[in-house]
């Protein structure tokens, strides 16, 4: 192959693969509303990062939209888009879980993660028992996460976030993990 520019008499054998242009700035949220299917991810993402998007948001819902499962779907069948989660909420599980499910995406996806997290719908909150985040809680749980993920143990935390012994998961860790404040209204 030659470095000449290709023209209308170069077989297409010869011709250089067209890269798609990344659009920065420009994401899209997967799996809009309810679908009829988990799997209808997979497509999505590929054609997110097909289209050139930098960005694709994953929320949740307590039924057929788990944000770990399906980032964990479209980190697997991307390769350049971000997955971010769009969002969740750190109150609906442990910080070593959330931290853990961080951790994997980011090793997942060659640290194309981001872990976005929100307040969540009260009107839902309310409706299944759940207590509703306050910024100081987010702070405080953005604060615990930042520390895990520079190898810290986090001993007898006592915070808005929530109380724990001892929290841990590799203190030989020492990443940065993207994360994300999720609004609406």
């Known amino acids: 192959m030659t470095n000449e520019t290709p023209t209308s008499e170069t077989p297409a054998s010869e011709t250089p693969a067209v890269q798609p242009t990344t659009l920065d700035g420009l994401g899209c949220y997967l799996l809009g509303g309810q679908p009829a299917s988990a799997r209808e991810i997979i497509t999505e993402a590929a054609e997110a990062e097909a289209l050139g998007l930098e960005v694709a948001f994953i929320s949740e819902r307590y039924n057929r939209k788990e944000a770990v499962t399906l980032s964990g779907a479209a980190g697997a069948v991307t390769e350049r888009i971000t997955i971010a989660t769009g969002a969740t909420n750190h109150n609906t599980r442990h910080p070593m879980v959330t931290a853990g499910f961080a951790r994997t995406m980011q090793s997942l996806t060659g640290g194309r ?16 028992g759940i207590p509703r985040i306050t910024t100081a809680e987010l702070e405080d749980f953005v604060g615990i996460i930042r ?8 001993r007898d935390h006592n915070g808005p976030a929530g109380s724990w012994p001892v929290l841990s998961i590799d203190p030989t860790l020492d990443e940065y993990l993207p994360m994300g404040i999720v609004a609406f209204g």
């Open 147 to 154: 520390r895990l993920f520079r190898g810290e143990t986090v």
């Open 113 to 128: 993660f981001v872990l976005g997290l929100g307040r969540g719908i009260p009107k839902v909150q309310d409706a299944h």
